[in-house]
């Protein structure tokens, strides 16, 4: 299985729902990541878990709360999202322990629109 | 600021002949970079890598071409196909680092005539 799986493929969801984004991996990664992306932007990192810890946060606000049950599994919370916050929210997975040389694999993306 | 410049938003090239995608960085702490493929509606695919120890990696049609002291990387597309039309994003990182960030570049939309 060489696939990040994401679920769902779209949500759309409004301003005072909770919700939450998948993400799967079965390739033995122990790095997993959030990219969020806008129209026409580069993907911009929100978060990096490694060994399924918590390793950088890039200043991501509270609204947005990544969860790493195990090492395969990676979820982001949302809750109180503003209509700004839809895009395209693309999940990771890289080996870690710096073995850059096949680089990540991403998932296909959550297309999130907040009304 | 962005560390990772793509200027050319966009680029038409005629099957067979030559794609050049071009790059440019500011962060001299990077020394890994690599090429991503995106289609619509799809997760970028990972296309090609290089190190900074090397100024050249080679993967069948695709050719990275990295000058250090330029801080520039290319990539080359031989002989384009109208399958490589795509949006292609450039990213650079700093391998020594523990967070295996990557900072991407806005990508180059790459179209491919028959």
């Known amino acids: 299985d060489t696939e990040v799986t994401q679920t769902p493929k779209h949500l759309v969801m409004g301003m005072t729902n909770k919700k939450s984004l998948k993400c799967e991996q079965h390739?033995?990664?122990?790095?997993m990541y959030w990219y969020k992306q806008k129209a026409k932007k580069p993907p911009e990192l929100m978060f990096v878990?490694?060994?399924?810890?918590?390793?950088i946060n890039e200043s991501v606000p509270s609204r947005f709360s990544p969860e790493c049950p195990n090492s395969s599994l990676l979820n982001l919370h949302l809750h109180a999202l503003q209509p700004e916050d839809s895009a395209l929210y693309l999940c990771?997975?890289?080996?870690?322990?710096?073995?850059?040389?096949?680089?990540?694999?991403f998932g296909s993306g959550t297309r999130l629109t907040v009304v | 600021d962005q560390q990772v410049k793509q200027n050319s938003p966009s680029l038409s090239v005629q099957e067979g002949r030559i794609s050049i995608l071009n790059c440019d960085y500011t962060?001299?702490?990077?020394?890994?970079f690599l090429w991503y493929k995106k289609y619509p509606a799809e997760g970028p695919t990972f296309l090609i890598s290089?190190?900074?120890?090397?100024d050249k990696n080679e993967d069948g049609r695709f050719t990275v071409f990295l000058n250090k002291s330029a801080k520039h990387l290319s990539l080359h597309i031989v002989p384009s196909q109208p399958g490589d039309s795509a949006v292609y994003f450039c990213?650079?990182?700093?391998?020594?680092?523990?967070?295996?960030?990557?900072?991407f570049g806005k990508g180059t939309l790459l179209t491919v005539n028959p």
């Open positions: 390739m033995g990664h122990r790095a």
């Open positions: 290089i190190s900074s120890i090397k």
């Open positions: 878990y490694s060994y399924e810890k918590l390793s």
């Open positions: 990771a997975s890289s080996q870690g322990g710096g073995f850059f040389n096949y680089g990540y694999t």
């Open positions: 962060n001299s702490m990077f020394d890994y």
């Open positions: 990213a650079a990182t700093n391998s020594g680092g523990s967070n295996y960030k990557l900072t």
